[in-house]
């Protein structure tokens, strides 16, 4: 991990500190920014392997920032946490939408915190040494940035995301169970709740339809069913 950057853009020290004193003491090395115009300009020179990013900064804020990091090829590759002091669907939903990985609401377990970078940046480095096309699906992933084309519509994934995406084109109309689903993801992402699970897979249904790709079934007994566009 000593080539690995996580990127820290928070502009409360109380919360900046315990996630550099974490992630250095997990063997990461660390870059601090408490408002979102450094942020960017670091993140343009650095590259990290990883950002961790406050929605809610001074200047320019966490949404602006993950837009920008999203909208620049040299950047849009970078894995995105989010952090937030509201638990809100709504903001999750945000949070997602523009393009972050994760999202993390505060308090936090600087632990946690640490075990979900792990995690992302495990699910990013596995997608990045995948085949760009999916044998026998109709979705074709144009490089390592998560743009994919389902059914002739375009979108933009998480890593989770695609995993989840990727299972379900291969079982497009089969119902699938939470045990299903989960065994598309990771080994550090399947320990998730299925509550969490289902949450992640609204997200990803909310981008297929908005993309007018299909639809994405959620049944009562966290059991799932996509159905693409014709």
């Keep these: 991990m000593a080539d690995t ?14 996630l550099d004193r974490a992630l250095r003491q997990a063997h990461f090395n660390t870059a601090l920014d408490a408002d979102g115009h450094t942020g960017w300009q670091t993140v343009q020179r650095l590259l990290p392997s990883l950002i961790l990013l406050d929605l809610m900064l001074p200047g320019m804020n966490g949404r602006e ?14 894995p995105i946490i989010m952090l937030t002091a509201s638990s809100s669907e709504e903001d999750r939903i945000a949070g997602i939408d523009m393009g972050a990985d ?5 308090p936090f377990s600087p632990r946690e915190i640490v075990s979900r970078v792990q995690a992302v940046l495990r699910r990013s480095q596995d997608s990045g040494s995948e085949t760009n096309l999916l044998s026998g699906a109709p979705v074709l992933v144009e490089g390592p940035y998560f743009m994919v084309s389902l ?11 695609l995993a989840l995406l990727r299972g379900m084109v291969a079982h497009e109309r089969k119902l699938l169970t939470a045990e ?7 080994r550090g992402e399947r320990t998730i709740s299925q509550e969490d699970l289902d949450q992640r897979v609204r997200f990803l249904r909310r981008k297929i339809e908005n993309s007018t790709a299909g639809t994405l079934e959620i049944l009562p007994g966290f059991r799932y069913r996509l159905l693409t566009a014709p």
Excluded: W
């Design 5 to 18: 950057i996580i990127q820290i853009i928070e502009d409360e020290p109380l919360h900046a500190m315990l």
């Design 65 to 78: 920032v993950c837009r920008l990091v999203r909208r620049t090829p040299s950047t849009r590759h970078i």
């Design 102 to 106: 994760d999202y993390v609401a505060k």
């Design 151 to 161: 059914r002739g519509r375009q979108l933009t994934v998480s890593n989770t995301e």
């Design 180 to 186: 299903d689903v989960l065994a598309f993801l990771g």
